[in-house]
C-alpha cells in the first residue's frame, strides 16, 4: 500500500474516531461550538470562583491571626485597663 493512501486512509479513520468520540458524549450536530464554547465558559468560571474562595480564606485567616496577636499585645500591655 503506498504511503499516501495509507495517510489518507489513516486521517480519514482518525476523523471517523473523533466525530464518533463527540457523538458519545453528545457534542454533535449543529450546535456543537457553542456547547463546547459554554462548556469552557463554564470551566473558566469554576476555575475563578475556586481562586477567589481560596484568596477570601487566606486574607480571613491572615486577619484571624492578626486580631489576635493584636488582642494579645493589648491584654500584655493592658491597654483596656483593669486586669491583675
Keep these: ?5 495509507f495517510e489518507a486512509m489513516l486521517a480519514h479513520a482518525a476523523e471517523e474516531g473523533a466525530k ?8 454533535d450536530g449543529e450546535e456543537a461550538a457553542l456547547d463546547i464554547r459554554d ?3 463554564l470551566l ?6 475556586r481562586r477567589t474562595a481560596m484568596q ?3 486574607r480571613m485567616i491572615t486577619t484571624g491571626v492578626m486580631l489576635a496577636l493584636l488582642a494579645g499585645i493589648a491584654i500584655k500591655l493592658k ?3 483593669g486586669g491583675p
Design 20 to 27: 464518533r468520540a463527540l457523538a458519545d458524549v453528545g457534542l
Design 56 to 58: 477570601t480564606a487566606v
Design 1 to 5: 500500500m503506498p504511503d499516501v493512501e
Design 39 to 41: 462548556l469552557r465558559s
Design 44 to 49: 473558566k468560571s469554576v476555575r475563578l470562583v
Design 79 to 81: 491597654i483596656f485597663g
